[in-house]
């Protein structure tokens, strides 16, 4: 059969649907409302029948079929493709001819799947945003997701990271659970829920000999992860993330520093509306009572607009030789080393909440596995032994996670370095990404899916065979 004599354009249209020349009948385009609609027919040639593979070309009908070809960006494109159906003289049954522009029974060309699917790996893309720039429904691209990516859990690894995210509200948790495979930095699956009874069910799923190579679990201070950890991984070490801990030291300091703040405001305004009192009547305060509203005065505003320098890392702040500007409220020339120092020592409690701080972060940046025992125990020893009720509280968190911040300064010999959370928290960021540039998800299966097709590299997506009947 003659090819078709076709315009340059039209040409690489066809290209761009995997076809030739010489494989088309008729062939058309036209605008219509603002789309190209492309009328094509393919030629008549010989099929083997798919359920006995006997070769023929006997056509029983045709069917047309509306095809949605949305790649042509800003204009929406729909091929009417007059499929033929052919009849098996064995079998005695139809099968529609092969075409290498859409799978079987779909009304989206190949070409459009495979771009809105790549669209989809990136955590900000929506449905929405998506189907609005290949000119489909949102519900249409949600359905294209899901017939085509389907992605399994991954193998459980050596090092194995848990955690937890608001991303997925369902009866049974507010919370999903993050598996991370801390080596190759993949997402090894994520659960729905993040309670015991739910997670020891899934992992009882898992072929034992498969849970045995679980060496190293790191995880927060969920105690649900240590105690499923334990039972569930025979050989594993349990790590708890310094993260949680040092934000769980920051929390009790801050709280220290507050309770501060608030003491010298309430001897600020005490004081100071005795003032009033006394002024209404031509007195005033004594000596010693305008000297403790100055300090107290000064106190509150050192807490309340410098209370960044306590938790800050810039290297400024610790520099005495940084230029000093003149703060009117304080009376005098100063910078934030300055700052600092003022407010380390207004308060004896404060003094020691830092210090304490400071020798936590100490232990951390300076401890090996070998000396961690007999550090932590130190540490243990000393905000046991403190005056302030929030660091005696933390001891016994210290205490109560012991041997799982020990085991924290293990060096894991595959990877050569200390585990610890900072992975799956980057992790857990996009999750919240995709969570809220969706407007949350309602079907599971979906939003699992998209999670592990955007967040692992290699995941893929299958489209169906080219000629299924």
């Known amino acids: 059969m003659p090819c078709l004599d076709l315009s340059p354009e039209m040409n690489d249209f066809i290209i761009a649907l995997g076809l030739e020349r010489a494989d088309i009948q008729s062939f058309s385009a036209n605008r219509e409302d603002d789309s190209l609609i492309v009328t094509l027919t393919l030629n008549r040639k010989e099929h083997l029948c798919p359920f006995c593979m006997t070769p023929t070309s006997k056509v029983k009908d045709y ?59 990136n955590p900000a893309s929506t449905f929405s945003s998506i189907a609005q720039k290949y000119h489909l429904s949102p519900s249409s691209v949600s359905n ?32 999903i659970c993050v598996l991370l495979d801390y080596t190759d930095k993949k997402i090894t699956d994520i659960l729905p829920s993040r309670k015991k009874k739910y997670l020891i069910n899934y992992f009882s799923t898992i072929p034992l000999e498969e849970r045995k190579k679980v060496r190293y679990c790191s995880f927060d201070m969920w105690k649900t992860y240590r105690i499923v950890s334990k039972l569930m991984f025979p050989n594993c070490i349990c790590i708890v993330d310094k993260f949680h801990l040092l934000q769980e030291l920051m929390r009790r300091v801050e709280r220290v520093r507050v309770d501060v703040m608030n003491k010298n405001y309430k001897i600020k305004n005490t004081l100071k509306q005795k003032q009033k009192l006394l002024k209404e009547n031509n007195k005033e305060l004594e000596p010693d009572e305008i000297q403790k509203l100055k300090e107290a005065s000064e106190n509150y505003y050192l807490l309340k607009k410098f209370n960044f320098v306590l938790y800050s890392n810039n290297q400024k702040i610790h520099d005495p030789n940084i230029p000093k500007k003149y703060n009117s409220v304080l009376n005098r020339f100063a910078n934030l080393y300055d700052i600092y120092d003022m407010i380390i020592n207004m308060d004896e409690k404060l003094n020691e909440a830092i210090n304490i701080r400071d020798r936590i972060h100490h232990f951390y940046s300076e401890t090996t596995y ?30 109560e996670w012991k041997q799982e911040i020990i085991n924290s300064f293990i060096k894991v010999p595959t990877i050569n370095k200390k585990m610890n959370n900072a992975l799956i928290e980057n992790r857990n960021k996009s999750i919240k990404l995709l969570k809220h540039s969706s407007n949350g998800y309602t079907n599971w299966d979906r939003f699992r899916n998209r999670v592990l097709f955007c967040l692992n590299e290699d995941s893929t997506f299958k ?5 299924e009947v």
């Open 463 to 467: 489209i169906y065979e080219i000629g």
């Open 63 to 121: 069917r047309l079929k509306k095809i949605r070809h949305s790649v042509l960006n800003p204009t929406p494109c729909i091929i009417h493709y007059k499929a033929r159906r052919y009849f098996c003289p064995i079998c005695r049954k139809a099968f529609y001819e092969h075409n290498p522009f859409s799978p079987s029974g779909s009304k989206v060309s190949i070409e459009t799947v495979y771009n809105v699917l790549n669209e989809l790996r």
């Open 144 to 175: 294209l997701f899901d017939k085509h990516v389907t992605i399994s859990r991954r193998t459980l690894p050596e090092c194995l990271s848990f955690d937890e995210v608001y991303a997925f509200k369902s009866h049974d948790s507010d919370y």
């Open 370 to 399: 070998e000396d961690a025992k007999r550090k932590l125990e130190e540490i243990i020893v000393l905000c046991r032994s403190s005056n302030i009720v929030q660091l005696q509280e933390y001891s016994k968190t210290l205490i």
